[in-house]
């Protein structure tokens, strides 16, 4: 609960969404009592009432149809303001998430997989809506109509308020409260067992050609199997506990209810109370258990909210690898990257780069080669400051990379790696990632640099052609080049491009790398690689080797 709580600010942004979701559905309740009330007096008197006498039918059928009325249109406003302040909730604090995660990238935590992430950063936000639809907003509206009812029969039934009272509270406040206790467990069972699902689908999805061709797909659907049986049982769990929350309220209705008509009886004979008037309250006693049947029904995910709020302040609160400096230094334009006696490793293990010492002089094109695993990617990571090295220290200029703020570090460094994204999106959109205040003119610069402007400029709706899915409308030699235009477009003097043609054939990968010369003229670039260079393409190459730079 104490997770849940956490993210009360976020929820206050919502409070006039939600406080008319909130009357709403008091209103809703009142006129759902109110017409079962009015309705049983109506019936009832119209039946005793002799046929000689004149019994005025227009009043009580007229407020009949008034509470129908009213039920039916608080209902279509509460459902259509609750969620949408709910939705614009659940906005809130993907903003948050992110806001919180940014600054925390990489993450510390590596064993933290992509499948678990996914499953926190969707189903587990979701899963936080129930905390008003279905706890907040249902059980104070109970209270209010419980309150209410309890006054009514007060004032006309006084000892079986003290009944209907005790069998009301319980039935809102004890019975809800005793099932968030008990499925604790099971709500955070079925969040953890539905990551663990997700996991191991998205992990099948990945690796299904392989799995496919090494004969492991039998393998693979069985894990998934057992997954999905155990999130199954879990959630079995969960059910029993709601299904025998829900049958200890009815239960409290019906004692409640006998318990009103028993006392209710007993003044109807001394005559302190008519039979229309004891029919109706009886109806309207059975009209406001609605609330908590509807409370019961759906508390259960409160367990399961509370797990996901747990699961997602654990990945907001994950440790800051890389922090700001209190007191930041500009950048300085122009300037030499010193890399000087520089060791790094991840966690415990080897060394990915020691005492590694290199210099790039501004403007200068170097290459970086060597076999995998060598450390190339690691010393791009350090130079954006993604981490810092255990010893040693980069410097820009002179000044260090732990003395400069990250957001203008990376305004000064641009990144093309080998898994750089097309998105599902128009070209315009794709390449004003890299300066959103990008013009037209600027756009087909970049593109006449990358050496695609040609080939957008024959597409029918040229900028505005929407690319597939990871640009799967265009070639992977073409994506490749829309990356590097996104590139160019941010204007950052020194740009570092991890193994830029990855999955090109020979020829593009030859065309590609005859681009960048004289795409990155003036620019301070790095280029990791493993493919074979033409003569030409940089000014020198330097090798690394198990995280030692040699010549």
Known sequence: MRALLAFRGLFARQARGLLLALVLSLVTLAAGVALLGTSGWFITAAALTSAGLA?????????????????ILARYGERLTGHDATLRLLADIRGWLFARLFPRLPLADRNLRH???????????????????????PVTAALVIGTTVTAILAFLLPAAAWVYGACFALAVLVVPALLVLRSRSAGGQVVARAADARLVALDGIAGHADA???GLLGSSQANFSAKAEALATARGQLATLTAIAAASVQGLAALALVGVLWIGLDHFGGGSID??????????VLGSFEASNAIVRSVGKLSTAMAAAERLMALAETPVTVADPAQP???PPDAAIAIDDVTFCYGTG?????????????????????????GKSSLLKLLLRLADPQSGRITLGGVPLADLRQADLHAHIALLGQDSPVFHDTIRANLLIGRADAGEPDLWAALTAAGIADFVRSLPRGLDTLLGE????????????LCLARTLLSKAPIVLLDEPTTGLDRDAELAFFGTLKTALAGRTTILVTHAALPEG???????IRNGVLGA
Do not use: C, M
């Not at 039979?275 to 309207?284: D, I, K, N």
């Open 537 to 543: 393409t940089v000014d020198r190459v330097v090798t």
């Open 55 to 71: 019994f005025n039918l227009f009043a009580p059928s007229a407020l009949v149809r008034g509470f129908s009325f009213i039920r």
């Open 212 to 214: 496919l061709a090494l």
């Open 329 to 331: 230094q500009p950048v």
């Open 350 to 374: 080897a060394p990915a780069l020691s005492n590694v010492t290199l210099t790039v002089a501004p403007g200068e094109h170097i290459a970086i080669v060597g076999p995998s695993g060598g």
């Open 470 to 481: 990871t640009g799967k409308t265009v070639s992977a030699g073409q994506g490749r080049r």
């Open 275 to 284: 039979a229309p008037v004891l029919v109706g309250l009886l109806l309207a």
């Open 115 to 137: 499948g678990d992430l996914v499953s926190r950063l969707t189903a587990d936000v979701d899963a936080l809506d129930t905390a008003f639809l279905v706890a907040i907003g």
